[in-house]
Nanobody, 124 residues
Framework: QVQLVESGGGLVQAGGSLRLSCAASGRTASISVMGWFRQAPGKEREFVAAITWSGGSTAYADSVKGRFTISRDNAKNTVYLQMNSLNPEDTAVYFC?????????????????WGQGTQVTVSS
C-alpha cells in the first residue's frame, strides 16, 4: 500500500501563488506516475498535471499550462505543484494520486492511490 498526504493549500488572492506538496510513504517503489487532480463543487474530478518518477516526464491540462509546474524529489518521495497566476476558476480541492503502471494517463479512474485532498481557494 501507498499513503499520500497533501499539504500547502489555502486562501490566496487572484494573481497569487501557492505550492502544494504530496508526500508518499509505504510501498513507494511501486509508483510509476504521480498526478495532481482537482475537483470543484458540483464538478467532476479533473486532471491537472502528472509526472513520471523515473524520467521526470510531465503533462499538463491546457487550463494550467504555463502557470503550474509539477516536480518531484525522489529522495524525499515528494511531488510538488507550483501554482502561479492563480484565478478564481482554480478554486477546488486538489488531490494527488499515484499510479503503478508506467503509462502516464489523465483519467483519474486509472490511478491506484489517492490522498485526502487539500483545499485551494482563490479570491477575486
Amino acid at each position: 500500500q501507498v499513503q499520500l498526504v497533501e499539504s500547502g493549500g489555502g486562501l490566496v488572492q487572484a494573481g497569487g501563488s501557492l505550492r502544494l506538496s504530496c508526500a508518499a510513504s509505504g510501498r513507494t517503489a511501486s509508483i510509476s506516475v504521480m498526478g495532481w487532480f482537482r475537483q470543484a463543487p458540483g464538478k467532476e474530478r479533473e486532471f491537472v498535471a502528472a509526472i513520471t518518477w523515473s524520467g521526470g516526464s510531465t503533462a499538463y491540462a491546457d487550463s494550467v499550462k504555463g502557470r503550474f509546474t509539477i516536480s518531484r524529489d525522489n529522495a524525499k518521495n515528494t511531488v510538488y505543484l507550483q501554482m502561479n497566476s492563480l484565478n478564481p476558476e482554480d478554486t477546488a480541492v486538489y488531490f494527488c494520486a499515484g499510479r503503478t503502471r508506467v503509462i502516464m494517463v489523465r483519467n483519474p479512474a486509472l490511478y491506484d492511490y489517492w490522498g485526502q485532498g487539500t483545499q485551494v481557494t482563490v479570491s477575486s
